[in-house]
């Protein structure tokens, strides 16, 4: 349907309507003419909205809403065409508006002028649909349900790990295949079709403690159907040194695969390689591992029988046996009668089991769709009679997904729709997803909560539907990364397709949709607006660029809101986007570009400038023009083996940073240039987020009276000048108390008493402080505290976790204590921990006292530690038993620059 269209031109008349008709002296026949046109689309939405469920919509239908479509498109267009040609009422210094105005006025007039026959082309389009008098004679409503009510249907289309029914001799014999003790490479394949279940039964094995602790290292690759080498052996080496808490440099040029064999060539590790579809795919990834006879395992999951061939061992999940079917069908759709079937439905049911053939992935979904559905036959025919038919006519997949997809409200599904922007198996970051989400305008500010929060909560609820997938969780229970499966993605495709939602190029001779709204360019093709109308284009996200590519943004996307080079290889600002007035989002993160230009200052509708790890070191005074700019980022980390004080850079900016009062997030700003601006941060009433670098002493009273102003900060990052320097904080009486994150990188005389104050903190990071007091007295009792990194910041000679404290902290870091030789933790103390990381304490020879009571512990990993600990830990070592309980023991000695590795882990044969 075309109801994303009609709500994009709504959002636009509620937006920049207003604005237009306070600021600019429309004439008064344009006027009623524009607000006509918002009571036209008013009623198009209605009329969609009676009509979302007619699945048999005449050909002649469908056309009619093509061109509603269009037409509520050319209308959010008009308007954002007045707010580019009128920008610079909203903007300009009051002392200059009129000399502005009048060049405004000489420049824009024409292109204002023209807006008007836009204006009578889109009213004639109406006039056309209104006189055909067909849309509303097609617009009655389709009849109710017996129930009285729609249904909401929720769907599952995960395949969860508690939900796993069958298999069960599989996956004994996979478990058995990795632990035999069969010193060759061995690998094994599970080969099945789509939905069969295959990744998460190898998951279900692969993610157990004593499987994993027999390898070095471990790494779970998903590879794309279409897929780069390069990339694919990149993100694996990438993973393999995540494994071990190694730091990964991905530095471009260099032969990733001379690197990963290398890497790998005297380890034992073991690798799934899911999702494979082409044999000759296979052969190029396998030729990549080295074999070797330390007992190293490569799993597979493919659909296809002869990529599955060529290994050792062969699984092959055909579905479930039809007992195991009905247990697993049962189980999700009569979850209130604990998995009973009723006799008058047993017989419905078994006909819509049938139609699963056996896979898990369909039964879970259609099963989760039925729970919600009213117990009576009748409601059960019918579910089975559309289900058959939508299979018969599409794939099993589009019916799977297309339930919760309808289920979602204009925004969600824009969000949804969103991730086809990205390439496939790609994972982004929640709060790229959160700041791209608000500058397409799909989350908006309400009276209670900013446009970010309610950008949380549509990501949140997606989750919970399970049609986004979280790659990575934090601590606090968050999801970092994110991503949607690849048997949804085809789906989210498609109906981007036919909402002309996006346009994907993905292969070297893709072909964009006519007028697309947003534009991604996945591949290393190039395009041309000469053949394509890319007027209408509000979002453009490049992870392949080239200078042509760019060289016709200026002319071709006048419209743009969100540009995103993040990845790009680029290596200096793109002169056209400055010529974009109406751009909000402009990411230039992880690219090479080292200078930003005074002329960016022309965009005055920016609100997010991300430069977080380029070569920017200087901000140009400019910037500062940027009223309704919210986040900005610039700082580069470069870290080598440890993440020492200096590893993280800062931009350095001129005064003047008070006019910005709109900002949000701000970091890392290196002011070591002048104290000015830390006075001028007081004006920054809206901070949720704010790093400093170079801080110096005498900047301590200026420094607290600014923060007591941010209300609203939850995390607070601060770094001196050296590690000599002191961060002088006493005079904080009034610390912002909904702070959740805190980091202090530099000497303190105390800790700050107002520390214990806060209840919502669960990260606090402390560098160089050398205390002479241990820290964990005044923190022991934070109520929500998960997350303490103490690197090089008590010069005491034992730490003392007293019984009962910490009781939800769970990692846990101790560096750089050189003088501390004792660690105690006492009963009930840590009783969540996790992880725990101890790091160049060359003192401590033993493990804490205490470590055996902590039960939760998964890993412990040791960084340039006592070798005598280390020794103490080896098989028949003095201590070995008291690490027994823990899976993963892992330890790391620097030697030169290179890191060793060793595997203490208590089920390791090594």
């Not at 409200?409 to 991730?419: M, P």
Request: hydrophobic share 40%; with cysteine.
């Amino acid at each position: 349907m075309a109801e994303l269209a009609v709500s994009a031109a709504l959002l636009s008349f509620e937006i920049i309507f207003p604005v237009l008709n306070q600021h600019l002296n429309l004439k008064k026949k344009v006027k009623d003419e524009i607000e006509s046109f918002e009571g036209w689309v008013r009623a198009m939405k209605a009329f969609l909205e009676d009509n979302e469920d007619d699945t048999e919509r005449s050909r002649l239908l469908e056309d009619k809403v093509e061109q509603v479509r269009g037409i509520a498109y050319d209308i959010e267009d008009l308007l954002e065409e007045f707010s580019l040609h009128s920008s610079y009422i909203f903007h300009s210094n009051k002392f200059t508006q009129k000399a502005v105005q009048a060049g405004h006025n000489i420049k824009h007039h024409f292109p204002l002028h023209g807006i008007s026959g836009k204006i009578k082309r889109i009213k004639n389009k109406i006039d056309g649909i209104v006189l055909q008098n067909i849309l509303f004679a097609n617009g009655s409503r389709p009849a109710a349900s017996s129930s009285g009510t729609r249904s909401r249907v929720q769907v599952s289309p995960l395949l969860l790990d508690d939900e796993l029914v069958g298999y069960k001799k599989p996956r004994e014999e996979l478990i058995s295949q990795l632990i035999d003790g069969e010193k060759r490479l061995v690998r094994i394949a599970v080969v099945g079709p789509g939905g069969s279940g295959k990744s998460t039964c190898v998951k279900k094995v692969f993610g157990k403690r004593r499987i994993l602790g027999q390898f070095d290292c471990h790494a779970w690759v998903h590879v794309s159907q279409h897929f780069d080498v390069e990339e694919l052996l990149s993100d694996m080496l990438k993973k393999f040194c995540e494994s071990r808490k190694e730091i990964y440099c991905d530095q471009r040029g260099g032969d990733t695969l001379t690197k990963l064999r290398n890497y790998l060539v005297a380890k034992r590790y073991i690798v799934v390689l899911d999702n494979i579809w082409r044999r000759e795919d296979w052969e190029r990834i396998k030729n990549a591992l080295p074999s070797g006879f330390l007992g190293s395992r490569i799993i597979l999951t493919t659909r296809a029988s002869d990529v599955a061939s060529s290994a050792e061992f062969i699984h092959h999940l055909n579905g479930l046996e039809a007992l195991e079917a009905w247990t697993l069908f049962c189980k999700k759709a009569f979850q209130d009668s604990k998995g009973e079937c009723p006799s008058e439905l047993k017989d419905c049911s078994v006909k819509i089991l049938k139609r699963c053939e056996g896979l898990p992935f369909y039964i879970l979904v259609v099963a989760g769709a039925l729970s919600n559905t009213p117990k009576f036959p009748r409601e059960w025919e019918k579910f089975h009679s559309s289900l058959g038919a939508e299979i018969e006519r599409n794939s099993p997949l589009l019916v799977i997904c297309r339930p919760g997809y309808k289920d979602l409200s204009s925004n969600l599904k824009s969000c949804l729709l969103y991730f086809s922007i990205f390439p496939e198996d790609y994972s982004v970051s929640r709060g790229r997803l959160v700041r791209l989400w608000v500058a397409e305008r799909f989350a908006t500010e309400t009276h209670a909560k900013t446009a970010e929060e309610v950008a949380e909560d549509y990501l949140n609820e997606l989750i919970q539907r399970n049609l986004v997938h979280v790659s990575s969780w934090g601590f606090d229970g968050q999801p970092r990364y994110c991503r949607v499966l690849n048997l949804v993605r085809p789906f989210i495709v498609q109906k981007c397709e036919e909402e002309k939602f996006a346009s994907i190029f993905s292969e070297d001779h893709s072909i964009p949709g006519r007028k697309p709204r947003r534009i991604s360019v996945q591949s290393a093709c190039t395009y041309s607006s000469q053949n394509s109308d890319f007027g209408g284009v509000r979002s453009m996200s490049l992870f392949r660029c080239d200078d042509t590519s760019l060289s016709e943004i200026e002319n071709s996307f006048r419209l743009l809101r969100v540009l995103d080079f993040q990845g790009s290889p680029l290596s200096k600002f793109p002169k056209p986007i400055v010529q974009l007035i109406l751009l909000r989002y402009l990411s230039l993160r992880d690219t090479e570009i080292d200078v930003i230009p005074q002329s960016i200052k022309k965009l005055l509708h920016l609100e997010t400038l991300d430069l977080k790890q380029t070569n920017v070191t200087k901000l140009p005074k400019e910037i500062w023009r940027l009223h309704n700019l919210q986040h900005l980022f610039a700082y580069k980390y470069k870290v080598e083996n440890y993440v020492a004080f200096e590893s993280v850079q800062g931009a350095k900016v001129y005064e003047g940073i008070e006019t910005l009062t709109k900002l949000q997030k701000l970091s890392l700003l290196d002011v070591s240039q002048t104290g000015r601006i830390i006075q001028e941060l007081k004006c920054l009433t809206q901070l949720r987020k704010l790093g400093l670098t170079g801080i110096k002493r005498e900047f301590g009273r200026h420094l607290c009276a600014s923060i007591e102003q941010m209300k609203n900060l939850t995390t607070l990052d601060l770094c001196t000048t050296s590690k000599e320097e002191y961060l002088e904080l006493g005079d904080l009486a009034n610390p912002p108390r909904f702070l959740q994150r805190l980091y202090l990188k530099g000497r303190l005389r105390e800790l700050p008493r107002w520390i214990s104050s806060l209840d919502n903190l669960f990260k606090i990071g402390l560098m160089s402080s050398k205390l002479l007091d241990s820290p964990l007295k005044a923190l022991q009792n934070l109520p929500n505290l998960v997350e303490l990194q103490l690197v090089g910041c008590y010069v005491g000679d034992q730490l003392l976790f007293e019984a009962s404290s910490f009781q939800k902290l769970k990692n846990l870091v101790v560096e750089e204590l050189s003088a501390v030789h004792t660690v105690v933790i006492e009963e009930r103390s840590i009783p969540e921990l996790q992880q725990m990381s101890l790091r160049k304490c060359g003192n401590l020879k033993m493990l804490p006292l205490g470590i055996h009571n902590l039960g939760k512990v998964k890993e412990l990993t040791l960084y340039d530690m006592n070798q005598g600990l280390i020794a103490s830990l080896r098989k028949d070592g003095q201590d070995c038993d008291l690490v027994v309980h823990i899976p993963v023991v892992h330890s790391f000695t620097l030697n030169g620059r290179s890191w060793s590795f060793e595997n203490l882990s208590p089920s390791s044969t090594s």
